[in-house]
């Protein structure tokens, strides 16, 4: 924990080194900054997530893919900032500068991450065993949210969740899981 580094903290935390208590430490008292990497932040998100506090990994997925998409994004790239003092981003980017050109994916797969994310949290569909074998359903409705719908591939074939917030507030969830799939 003692790492500058966010990743080193989000590794320690993933692999079980770090007692619940520091990562909660951690993570309550975690803002947002730079360095950070898509690869980190997604992860960060993550335990955000594994630790009920999902508002916090949807803040930093805002923040880092919303941030691309505010700069003109139209794909995900391989590193951001959470500040642009100015409008040219690349010149603001550590590969750029240290390399004076454009050495840096603007369509980069781990930016791809908060697919995952939103699959896993707001239809809140994880796997808990390999191949789909045994599945969670745990959705996650922020307030200001009324609506969710996905499908998820598996092996045994296609999971589709939905949800609705009703006028009285409650959430109804519908779910169409295939055989072979045992919901836990």
């Not at 690349?90 to 930016?111: D, E, F, I, P, Q």
Request: hydrophobic letters at 40%; a negative charge.
């Amino acid at each position: 924990m003692d790492s500058e580094a966010v990743i080193t903290k989000v590794l320690g935390i993933l692999s079980g080194y770090i007692s619940y208590d520091n990562a909660l430490s951690f993570l309550r008292s975690y803002q947002l900054a730079d360095p950070i990497s898509p690869c980190s932040a997604y992860l960060l998100a993550c335990l955000y997530a594994d630790f009920d506090m999902p508002d916090k990994g949807l803040s930093i997925i805002k923040t880092l893919w919303g941030g691309m998409l505010d700069q003109g994004a139209t794909t995900f790239w391989e590193a951001i900032k959470c500040d642009y003092p100015e409008k040219d981003f690349h010149k603001h980017l550590t590969t750029y500068t240290a390399y004076g050109s454009y050495r840096m994916s603007l369509c980069h797969a781990w930016s791809s991450t908060p697919a995952e994310w939103f699959t896993r949290v707001f239809l809140g569909v994880n796997p808990v065993e390999p191949g789909y074998r045994k599945v969670e359903i745990a959705i996650w409705a922020p307030d200001n949210m009324n609506l969710c719908e996905g499908t998820i591939p598996t092996p045994f074939g296609n999971i589709h969740v939905s949800w609705a917030r009703k006028d009285n507030g409650k959430i109804v969830v519908k779910t169409n899981v295939p055989n072979g799939i045992e919901i836990v």
